[in-house]
C-alpha cells in the first residue's frame, strides 16, 4: 500500500504561484511514478502532470504546459507541483497520485491522496 498527503494548497490571486507538495509514505518511493490530477466543480478529474521515477521525463496537460512544473525527491519520498501564472480556470481540488507500474504515454494512478483545494481568484 502506499499512503499520499498533499499539502501547499489554498487562495491565490490570478497571476500568482503555489506550490504543492505530497508526501509519499508505504513504499519505496523510487519504484513509483508520480503525478497530479485535478477536479474542478461539476467536472471530471483531469490530469494535470506526471514525472517518472528518476525523474527523467515528465508530462503535462496542454492546459498546464508552460506554467506548471513536476518535480519530485527520492531521498525525502515526495512529489511537488509548482504552479505559476494561476488562472482562475485552475481552481480545482488537486490530488497526488501514483503507479507502481512502468512509465507510459498515458499516465494512469493505482494510488490517491485525499486532495487539496486549489482556489485561484480574478
Known amino acids: 500500500q502506499v499512503q499520499l498527503e498533499e499539502s501547499g494548497g489554498g487562495l491565490a490571486q490570478a497571476g500568482g504561484s503555489l506550490r504543492l507538495t505530497c508526501a509519499a509514505s508505504?513504499?519505496?518511493?523510487?519504484?513509483?511514478?508520480m503525478g497530479w490530477f485535478r477536479q474542478a466543480p461539476g467536472k471530471e478529474r483531469e490530469f494535470v502532470a506526471a514525472?517518472?521515477?528518476?525523474?527523467?521525463?515528465?508530462q503535462y496537460a496542454d492546459s498546464v504546459k508552460g506554467r506548471f512544473a513536476i518535480s519530485r525527491d527520492n531521498a525525502k519520498n515526495a512529489v511537488f507541483l509548482q504552479m505559476n501564472t494561476l488562472k482562475p480556470e485552475d481552481t480545482a481540488v488537486y490530488y497526488c497520485?501514483?503507479?507502481?507500474?512502468?512509465?507510459?504515454?498515458?499516465?494512469?494512478?493505482?494510488?490517491w491522496g485525499r486532495g487539496t483545494q486549489v482556489t485561484v481568484s480574478s
Open positions: 497520485a501514483a503507479d507502481s507500474g512502468l512509465w507510459s504515454d498515458r499516465f494512469t494512478a493505482n494510488y
Open positions: 508505504g513504499r519505496t518511493f523510487d519504484t513509483l511514478v
Open positions: 514525472v517518472s521515477r528518476r525523474a527523467i521525463m515528465t
